[in-house]
């Protein structure tokens, strides 16, 4: 049984373990969650996200795991994707039949014995730092960007989820003059590796990208994630910006985490304008 909404069930927030899936450009990713600590219980298990990346191929290589795993509770889904009212909306790192997706019957289908709740892969992020991490105490709003093949946001408001915010898509003027671009496709950390940028170079591309944020939303703090988050000390100095900046704490578990927080019930109940899960209607 699938649903888009994490509203805890009694039965699935009782419980101190929960399954994280993260569905990256490059690998997808699952782990058993301590929800207490917020941490991997064992492996991290990984395998190449299928090419082309589908929904019924991923689905099913999700589907495969699962069971290699050998979980049998709530399953979290986090994918590089809207997911509103039970569907997926975008697809700008994954393969573009997911444009329309009805997420909840593919996950009905592919793993009928869980309960699976899916959600955006940095709002998962976003869930992971507010309760284990970076995030987690900060009063007001606080904007988290993750930098991998794209750039995914997570907005929060005193340790609450906005969902499906996609800053990575906001159009900003590139530093380097050569007009206006979206903002994954002048920072994100694929961006900086296909091009070859020394953290010197790209920094100032990054601080273009929060520039425009701050000038918006005025948040409390940044926090910024993804595997370039290891080198926090190498570049955040050379960030020019007047909202405090933070590493997120989880990096590339972050996406599980949360998933499996969500899965969990542990998000309390967020009005995502997603269906009620079936049973509690
Ligand atoms: C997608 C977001 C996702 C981000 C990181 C973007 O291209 O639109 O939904 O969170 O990549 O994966």
Same mark, same amino acid.
């Given at each position: ?13 009782? @419980? ?10 490059? $690998?997808?990713?699952?782990? *058993? ?19 082309? =990346? ?8 999700? $589907? @495969?795991?699962?069971?290699? *795993? ?50 955006? %892969? ?20 606080? *904007? ?32 380097? @003059?050569?007009?206006? %671009? ?12 296909? %091009? $070859? ?28 994630? @993804?595997? *370039? ?17 933070? =590493?997120?704490?989880?990096?590339? %578990?972050?996406?599980?985490? !949360? ?6 019930? !542990? ?5 995502? !304008?997603?269906?009620?899960?079936? !049973?509690?209607?």
């Amino acid at each position: 049984m699938s649903s888009t909404s994490p509203v805890p069930s009694p039965a699935e927030s009782s @419980g101190a373990t929960a399954l994280g899936v993260d569905v990256g450009g490059t $690998g997808i990713k699952v782990g *058993v969650v301590d929800l207490h600590r917020g941490v991997l219980i064992g492996n991290r298990h990984v395998r190449p996200t299928p090419r082309p =990346a589908t929904p019924e191929a991923v689905a099913d290589t999700i $589907g @495969g795991m699962v069971g290699e *795993v050998g979980w049998h509770g709530p399953v979290g889904v986090a994918l590089p994707s809207v997911i509103h009212e039970g569907v997926a909306r975008i697809a700008h790192n994954i393969d573009e039949s997911w444009i329309g997706c009805d997420v909840v019957d593919l996950f009905d289908r592919h793993l009928p014995d869980h309960d699976v709740v899916l959600l955006n %892969d940095a709002d998962a992020a976003g869930l992971t730092e507010v309760r284990y991490g970076a995030a987690e105490g900060i009063e007001g709003l606080v *904007v988290l960007l993750t930098f991998g093949t794209g750039i995914g946001s997570a907005l929060l408001i005193d340790g609450r989820l906005i969902p499906n915010t996609e800053f990575g898509h906001m159009l900003v003027e590139d530093v380097d @003059g050569r007009g206006v %671009d979206e903002t994954e496709h002048l920072a994100s950390a694929s961006v900086r590796t296909r %091009d $070859g940028l020394s953290y010197e170079q790209w920094a100032p591309h990054v601080s273009g990208v929060l520039r425009a944020i701050e000038e918006l939303l005025w948040p409390r703090a940044f926090v910024l994630g @993804g595997g *370039v988050s290891e080198d926090a000390d190498e570049w955040f100095p050379l960030l020019e910006n007047r909202t405090p900046v933070r =590493a997120a704490v989880r990096l590339n %578990d972050a996406g599980i985490i !949360g998933a499996a927080v969500c899965a969990a019930g !542990g998000t309390g109940p967020l009005d995502l !304008g997603n269906p009620v899960p079936r !049973g509690q209607d």
